[in-house]
């Protein structure tokens, strides 16, 4: 099979599962969830989710364990930017109302393959959804790019969609304190403003310490390249018809296989 599908676990359930009024909460709940697939108390997951409701930026626990993290990161939520941290590895992305994430819960087992296979299996379906759209989309890195990887979704040469895996635990349905599961996530900005992302990402990285920043030119928003789809929308009313979107079609795509 093309595009990593052979990947599928049986039972595999498509669910649209966030809670935007509690932005930590709402990533957090990533790794319950996923525990409760490892431990065999929920069937593997696509869950479909959207990011809280105010401006801000989501960071890996090493931006925060890396120079003055804590600090910097204090000091963006005292000026009012929403900052979260992510279950996922990674530099800093876009958070906030017009932001959409996508994440795979899946047990880990003896013949779970492996991290390509996984991105593979992220992106394949969303490259075929935005061609649904008209939208033409590749996999690969961008220096300069907000949490940059060899498995950007790219729309004319800039950032559409960033992807980041964790692998937890040990093997599912083994006994652990830990009960092994796959995350694999991608994060799509869809009506976002990415002048004002980028500042608060480079601000972060400048006050911890760290050499890393951001380039606004490496990124778009759905908004920018569809914008008659969405016009009179509000971000959030943007990010909530994507995610009936994918609803439907990420049901339609695990039930066949394609």
């Known amino acids: ?14 669910q649209w599962l966030d809670d935007v009024d509690h932005s930590q909460a709402n990533q957090d709940l990533e790794q319950e ?27 890996s626990r090493r931006d925060l364990a890396m120079g003055a993290g804590e600090h910097a990161a204090a000091a963006l939520r005292h000026q009012g930017c929403d900052v979260v941290v992510r279950q996922t590895g990674g530099t800093a992305v876009p958070q906030g109302p017009g932001v959409i994430h996508l ?13 390509d296979g996984y991105y593979r299996l992220l992106t394949a379906p969303l490259r075929t959804w935005l061609h649904n759209l008209g939208v033409s989309a590749v996999t690969g ?18 950032k559409l969609v960033g992807t980041a895996q964790a692998w ?12 092994g ?20 990402m480079n601000q972060f990285y400048e006050q911890s310490g760290q ?11 759905l908004r920018q390249v569809l914008p008659n789809l969405f016009a009179d929308k509000s971000p959030r009313q943007c990010v909530d018809w994507v ?16």
């Open 103 to 115: 994440s795979y819960l899946f047990p880990r087992t003896r013949s779970s393959g492996t991290t």
């Open 181 to 200: 599961y796959i995350l694999a996530h991608a994060c799509m900005t869809v009506d976002v403003d990415l002048a004002w992302a980028t500042q608060q």
């Open 141 to 158: 890195p961008l220096p300069g790019s907000y949490c940059d990887g060899s498995y950007n979704l790219l729309v004319r040469d800039q």
């Open 211 to 221: 050499p890393y920043r951001v380039h606004l030119q490496t990124s778009v928003t």
């Open 33 to 59: 969830l996923g525990e409760q697939v490892g431990r065999g108390d929920r069937p593997p997951l696509v869950r479909i989710w959207r990011s809280g409701g105010r401006l801000g930026i989501g960071l």
């Open 1 to 14: 099979m093309t595009g990593g599908q052979d990947l599928w676990p049986v039972g595999t359930q498509v």
């Open 168 to 179: 937890r635990g040990g093997l599912a349905g083994v006994h652990s304190t830990r009960p």
């Open 243 to 258: 995610a009936e979107q994918w609803l439907q079609f990420f049901g339609a795509w695990v039930s066949t296989g394609s």
